[in-house]
């Protein structure tokens, strides 16, 4: 009688014990894990909501081509946040991963940097502050004061750590600022609060909103940007310090020469991703900066 | 509106019984709709309720952590924005916190978040003070505020003990009516239907009760002037007051029918005596002068000194007195004879005196007579009656036709003669039988009118009825007399 009352459940609980398990186990899981790379098996790959990560067919694509060019199978392990990918990264559950710059700088001593994708040919991206397209007169951070706002992740750049730096760049404290705060998880869902009205403003990496405004125009189209961020390093490509430098190399070279192929043409196409360059830390001063600003770093 | 109520029953009926029809099925039918419109109310609530439970139970969490964004997917999950819309379809869901503001809601935009109950207008604030009432138990709080288009289910949001706050469905009233319409015309096809098939039954029925209803009205209306006929008896073959009414009925025509009967026979009796009289009385005014002239003309006819033609003219004279006086004597019925009792010889006698004229006109003569030895009836008067009637039916009938008698105690009567003679002749119209047993009545060429007559006389002096009718193609003459003081049972003819 009712539709909709399938509704999707949280996960939440599910995947907490599943992380409890897991550092339970967690010494003979590493044992086993690197016996596993040794012995060419499968490559696990941690895949974040840095992109629109949940295009289910493109990781399929992807996840083949990946698997053909290095000859090896590749499990590609999604998860909703920043948080989850991280604790696997910390367990050695994965062997590379794509998250965010600022999860990057958390696991420095974990993970290593492997490939920072060109976005519009160059490695960078920014943090837009958007409101509904119906929100008039409002120009700058300083007008969304006591409105509610939503943040992608707390451990996005764009998403979390941007916004609250330009709060407190305003001279204001970012807890205080706003009426209300909540996290919608992914950057993609922080325009879909703003555009259903459900947040007054949201902070949302550039990347994703220029490229769900070719996904999803009509989603896109009832919001607005308001301002832009400077430019930071783009979300990169790291790989747990585990992983031995062939295998590295190898992922590293696979990655750069993505678009070398045809098949790998047309996935960065499909990425809006122009190709990959080794790149170096130094990208990341821009986030170290502001992680010291909130004594983070 | 008095027109309606002269109308005939013809009309009355149907129209009274179609409009009760379809009255009932207006009644019943409101009733329907009435009901059905509850429980589509009561389903939404049914639906509403199960909703309601899945979404606070999946949303307390949510509102323990403070997660907005999860708890806005999960109320936004059974909204449908394009899909075709049912009543049971929920048109927005608000999640309210502990401080009574909206925790989130499915539409930010009209209902958004941390604004306060009262300020999202009069139904939410209505809702709100409901739900703050204190001693309200009874879950789900169903509310309809006065003049809203909405209906409103709160449950609350749990935890264990801790209530954290109440979840509000809201269902658009709008969409139930696009429903309850369609509802209301299936019904009125559906109704119409019935009447389709009831009106034309109910019709029929009316006219097929209210037909003998005016057939007895008619004949009834004719009622002063004539005397009305009886109804036909497979009209109305049921024993309901309708049917006594009409047995009544036929049952007063029969006895109006004897009246009438009883008068005409009266009548016909007393203008036949008032004759009697008359006749007697000229007789015997003639018989006196007559028997002188008689004399006379005796004496005279006995002397010598006639011519030849005076002897002539009194023979003329004779022959013409004596026919005056066999007429007169045969007026003058006298009955006060010698009462022989009736014997089997009589009855031969009559049978051989009539074998010539039935000889002749090759007459079939049925006789059957049970005739005891003896009867006490006057014998020459009863041989004088069968003589009559006989030879009146035997020149009735036909050349060649048939003429039946028959003799014997009356079968519900011992103590009666009843004597029946039928012919095949000419029936008898009703201007002949009112006046059968006149003088001179006579419809026969050569007949001189007075054997009816005779008869007739005879059968009332002997305290006895006769009577001439039709029966099929015959004529029958029925005779019925007394034996001894008794007078005969006349019902029947």
């Known amino acids: 009688m009712i539709e909709g009352t399938q509704l999707a459940l949280p996960n939440r609980n599910r995947r907490r014990w599943l992380i409890d398990s897991a550092c339970l186990a967690a010494a003979g899981m590493i044992g086993l894990s690197r016996k596993a790379a040794a012995a060419g098996k499968k490559i696990r790959v941690g895949m974040t909501p840095a992109f629109l990560h949940d295009q289910h067919s493109l990781l399929g694509e992807w996840r083949d081509f990946m698997a053909d060019s290095l000859k090896r199978p590749v499990e590609f392990v999604q998860r909703d946040s920043y948080r989850e990918t991280m604790d696997l990264l910390r367990l050695d559950k994965l062997e590379f991963a794509w998250v965010c710059d600022y999860p990057y700088l958390h696991l420095k001593d974990t993970v290593r940097l492997l490939a920072v994708p060109l976005y519009q040919g160059r490695p960078h991206y920014r943090s837009y502050l958007i409101v509904h397209k119906d929100a008039a007169g409002i120009r700058s951070m300083a007008d969304l004061q006591d409105s509610v706002f939503a943040y992608a992740d707390p451990y996005s750049n764009t998403g979390y750590l941007a916004p609250r730096y330009e709060i407190r760049q305003l001279g204001r404290d970012p807890a205080s600022f706003f009426r209300k705060t909540f996290f919608t998880w992914s950057h993609r869902k922080v325009v879909e609060a703003v555009a259903s009205g459900l947040a007054r403003g949201g902070a949302v990496d550039s990347y994703i909103w220029e490229t769900l405004a070719h996904v999803e125009p009509a989603l896109v189209k009832r919001t607005r940007m308001v301002s832009r961020s400077p430019e930071y390093g783009f979300p990169p490509f790291v790989a747990h310090r585990s992983v031995a430098p062939a295998e590295f190399r190898q992922m590293q070279e696979h990655l750069l020469g993505t678009g070398s192929s045809e098949a790998g043409r047309r996935l960065l196409a499909r990425l809006y991703l122009d190709g990959f360059t080794a790149g170096t830390p130094a990208l990341y001063d821009g986030v170290a900066q502001m992680m010291r600003a909130f004594g983070e770093a | ?493």
């Open chain 2, 1 to 493: 509106m008095r027109w309606l109520f002269n109308l005939s029953f013809r009309h009355k009926i149907p129209l009274w019984t179609s409009f009760l029809i379809a009255f009932s099925i207006f009644v019943v039918g409101a009733a329907l709709m009435t009901r059905a419109y509850q429980d589509m109310k009561a389903a939404v609530i049914i639906s509403a309720d199960n909703l309601g439970h899945t979404l606070a139970n999946t949303v307390a969490p949510m509102l323990l952590h403070d997660d907005v964004w999860r708890a806005f997917e999960i109320v936004r999950s059974p909204i449908r924005a394009d899909s075709a819309r049912s009543p049971a379809q929920v048109d927005a869901v608000v999640v309210f916190g502990r401080d009574r503001r909206v925790f989130v809601s499915s539409h930010p935009e009209s209902l958004p978040m941390l604004s306060e109950a009262a300020a999202l207008g009069a139904d939410w604030q209505a809702l709100a003070a409901r739900l703050a009432s204190p001693g309200l138990v009874a879950w789900p709080l169903v509310i309809e505020p006065e003049g809203s288009s909405y209906l409103y289910i709160a449950l609350p949001i749990t935890d264990k003990d801790a209530q954290l706050g109440h979840l509000v469905l809201r269902y658009a009233k709008s969409v139930f009516h696009p429903w309850f319409v369609a509802t209301i015309w299936q019904g009125l096809g559906l109704g119409l239907l019935v009447l389709a098939v009831l009106i034309p039954i109910n019709w029929y029925w009316g006219s097929r009760m209210a037909s003998p209803l005016v057939d007895l009205a008619q004949r009834m209306g004719t009622m002063p002037r004539q005397v009305p006929e009886p109804l036909p008896p497979e009209i109305y073959p049921y024993a309901d007051e309708l049917g006594q009414l009409f047995q009544a009925y036929d049952r007063m025509v029969l006895a109006l029918r004897e009246k009438a009967a009883l008068e005409n026979e009266v009548v016909r009796s007393e203008r036949l005596a008032a004759i009697g009289q008359l006749t007697a009385g000229i007789a015997h005014e003639i018989n006196n002068p007559l028997a002188g002239l008689i004399t006379a003309v005796d004496t005279l006819k006995l002397r010598r000194d006639l011519d030849a033609k005076a002897l002539r003219h009194l023979d003329l004279i004779d022959r013409g007195l004596m026919q005056i006086r066999d007429t007169v004597a045969a007026l003058l019925v006298q009955t006060r004879v010698q009462a022989r009792p009736l014997s089997q010889h009589d009855l031969d006698d009559v049978r051989t005196l009539i074998q010539p004229q039935v000889a002749k006109r090759r007459i079939t003569l049925d006789w059957s007579d049970t005739m005891p030895a003896e009867l006490p009836a006057p014998a020459s008067l009863v041989r004088q009656i069968l003589i009559n009637l006989l030879l009146n039916a035997v020149q009735a009938a036909a050349e060649g036709g048939q003429v039946s008698l028959w003799l014997g105690r009356k079968a519900d009567s011992e103590t009666c003669l009843s004597i029946v003679v039928r012919n095949d002749g000419t029936l008898l119209s009703n201007e002949q039988l009112a006046h059968l047993f006149e003088p001179f009545a006579s419809t026969r060429p050569g007949g001189h009118g007075l054997g009816l007559w005779v008869t007739y006389q005879i059968v009332t002096q002997l305290n006895g009825r006769i009577t001439a009718r039709n029966v099929g193609d015959h004529v029958e003459f029925v005779v019925n007399l007394p034996l001894g003081d008794t007078p005969c049972n006349t019902a029947s003819a």
